[in-house]
């Protein structure tokens, strides 16, 4: 079992920054890579970004890419998500998930086994 829990959201004025935490704990020892997913009212929970745990190969949303960075710290079981430049459109719950081992489709939600609950990130205009 593997634990997540999020952290950073909040409102932003367009333009601004934020930075998303999510620290896991259980058995963080199998951890393959960590995705960043968010979801706006009404829509589906959408790919955000990605870090490989190994080597922090990153893959990221077309529209997210430039504005966005996810890292990790290996020491504090952490991921974080660096977003600038926001823009209304990115208002959502930010989700982090954890996958165990490599799966063919890194920005599909079925590839990743274990999500936090979720933190509030609105952007106004």
């Known amino acids: 079992q593997v634990q997540l829990v999020e952290s950073g959201g909040g409102l932003v004025q367009a333009g601004g920054s934020l930075r998303l935490s999510c620290t896991a704990s259980g058995r963080t020892g199998s951890t393959y890579r960590m995705g960043w997913f968010r979801q706006a009212p009404g829509k589906e929970r959408e790919f955000v970004a990605t870090i490989r745990w190994s080597d922090t190969n990153t893959y990221y949303a077309d529209s997210v890419k430039g504005r966005f960075a996810a890292s990790r710290d290996n020491a504090k079981n952490t991921v974080y998500l660096q977003m600038n430049s926001l823009k209304p459109e990115d208002t959502a719950v930010y989700y982090c998930?954890?996958?165990?081992?490599?799966?063919?489709?890194?920005?599909?939600?079925?590839?990743?086994?274990?999500w936090g609950p979720g933190t509030q990130v609105t952007v106004s205009s």
């Open positions: 998930a954890h996958a165990s081992f490599p799966r063919p489709l890194y920005n599909s939600p079925a590839s990743y086994g274990y």
